[in-house]
């Protein structure tokens, strides 16, 4: 589903420039100007779909990162919808609460949430002696840990649910640059209907696991040296492998403070699949000894001496 191709607007459009395609189309396909005729319904479903997310930046910058796949595996339409006023919007277009058809009124379930008219089974509501729209079955959510390297690469996994008493096997593909706290959606792998509707979907919650070398900070990585005194002073050159494996000889500068950090740009994470990636920091730490031989204590009293 490509939300530009369905407003009829460009990537680089301008936020007036989408609202306005998405006025001109919302009140061509409005249920209440076709009869409630369903290809209607369901271009307006479309359409309204679309400017929940080309209208809200952060969604929208987050559909141009991932494309389309990516981003509907990441956004459920709870998470799309969240925030979008569809009523208020509609009251522009003379379609408000004292303005909206019985019919329109029906669809939208008779109240100001407009969850139940993009999610229903039959948009087209019920009549006397027909039979209620068959029920989606429930979502259901897991937890799953990955690690720094399946951020850093992508990965496919198959993991074992448990679904009425049965062991099944599910594959995943797990994006580059995924963020702890994201839900990866698996269309139709959630409950079964009660009565004959699709199935339920499943969302796999994503924690990262935690790493001996790194640290994650947003799309950046730290990495802990220790150096001497001496070396902080005099300056040194130091070894570092990076997430992948690659290794650098890292020139220290004289003089170098505990805590300072050296960047090595483009060794982090990955910003999203297609992103560049983040950086790699190197956080020098000064070793301090706990006890001292008998020569380097007397070589510290110099140093303090002199004013070290």
């Keep these: 589903m490509d939300y530009y191709e369905i407003l009829g607007v460009k990537k680089d459009s301008s936020p007036s420039e989408i609202k306005k395609a998405y ?62 006023d569809l009523n208020d919007i509609l009251r522009q277009f003379g379609f408000g609460a004292g303005g909206q058809s019985a019919h329109f009124r029906s669809n939208m379930g008779g109240g100001n949430s407009f969850g139940s008219f993009f999610n229903q089974g039959n948009p087209g509501g019920c009549g006397g002696g027909c039979h209620p729209a068959a029920e989606k079955g429930q979502d259901m959510t897991y937890q799953i840990t990955v690690t720094l390297e399946e951020v850093l690469n992508g990965a496919e996994r198959t993991i074992t649910l448990r679904k009425n008493g049965n062991s099944q096997n599910v594959s995943v593909k797990i994006p580059k640059g995924i963020e702890a706290g ?72 004289p003089g170098t403070t505990h805590d300072s950090r050296l960047r090595l740009k483009g060794f982090g994470l990955p910003v999203g699949p297609l992103g560049e990636r983040g950086d790699l920091y190197v956080k020098i730490g000064v070793k301090v000894p706990k006890e001292l031989t008998e020569e380097q204590g007397r070589v510290i009293e110099q140093l303090r001496a002199c004013g070290l």
């Design 23 to 84: 006025r001109k189309l919302a009140l061509k396909y409005h249920p209440d100007k076709n009869n409630g005729g369903k290809e209607a319904e369901a271009k307006f479903k479309e359409i309204n779909e679309a400017y929940a997310v080309l209208s809200d930046p952060d969604k929208k910058k987050q559909y141009d990162l991932y494309g389309s796949a990516n981003f509907h595996q990441r956004y459920s339409q709870e998470d799309i919808f969240r925030g979008f």
């Design 182 to 253: 994201k839900k990866l959606r698996l269309q139709g792998q959630g409950g079964v209907s009660r009565n004959g509707g699709p199935p339920g979907d499943l969302y796999l919650k994503v924690d990262i696991a935690s790493n001996d070398t790194f640290t994650r900070d947003g799309d950046d990585l730290i990495i802990n040296k220790l150096i001497s005194f001496s070396e902080a002073c005099f300056g040194t050159t130091i070894e570092v492998e990076t997430l992948e494996g690659k290794k650098f000889m890292v020139k220290v500068a």
